[in-house]
């Protein structure tokens, strides 16, 4: 079984060269800093990669497919601006949940369409204009961050309703 786990075959795939890599990481993160690897920093780490891996099961269904989708974190970036504009303009402040969860409903199926029409668009350059996925994506992926820029003015967004935030949460 030993043998097994340790062949020159498995050394050799990437996945025991990320989780050595993750090792490192972890070990030297630990060496360097005493409170990396404390309850709290260790829970914050996990909230803050549930956001990465649902963009990265986006990437995954297109490279099953042989393509690369470059614009993933724009469009996610995009759709939680549409939406914090949204319950910003709409919810009152200081709304309960139970106050305006029919505004957030709202304003996730509005970010869930422009997200879906932001894959139509990357899905016609590939797929009708024979673009190439990786410059269709980069290039769209660009559009997605100026229009995300010109929406915020370049600024952060706050005056998210609490409503929401807990949620969120």
Not at 40 to 57: D, F, P, T, W
Request: aromatic share 6%; hydrophobic share 55%.
């Amino acid at each position: 079984m030993v043998n097994r786990i340790f062949s020159k075959r498995t050394l050799n795939t990437p996945v025991f060269r990320m989780a050595v890599l993750m090792i490192v990481v972890l070990v030297a993160g630990a060496s360097l800093q005493d409170s990396f690897l404390t309850l709290r920093n260790v829970q914050s780490i996990c909230k803050q990669l549930a956001e990465y891996g649902i963009l990265a099961v986006a990437v995954f269904i297109c490279m099953l497919s042989g393509g690369i989708d470059l614009s993933v974190v724009y469009i996610a970036n995009l759709c939680a601006i549409v939406i914090g504009n949204i319950l910003i303009a709409t919810v009152p402040a200081g709304a309960t949940l139970a106050q305006s969860w029919h505004l957030i409903v709202l304003a996730l199926l509005v970010a869930l369409a422009l997200g879906a029409l932001c894959g139509l668009f990357n899905g016609v350059l590939i797929g009708r204009m024979n673009v190439p996925a990786m410059l269709a994506t980069m290039g769209t992926g660009t559009l997605f961050l100026g229009v995300s820029t010109v929406i915020t003015g370049g600024k952060a967004l706050s005056g998210i309703p609490t409503a929401f935030t807990s949620i969120a949460r």
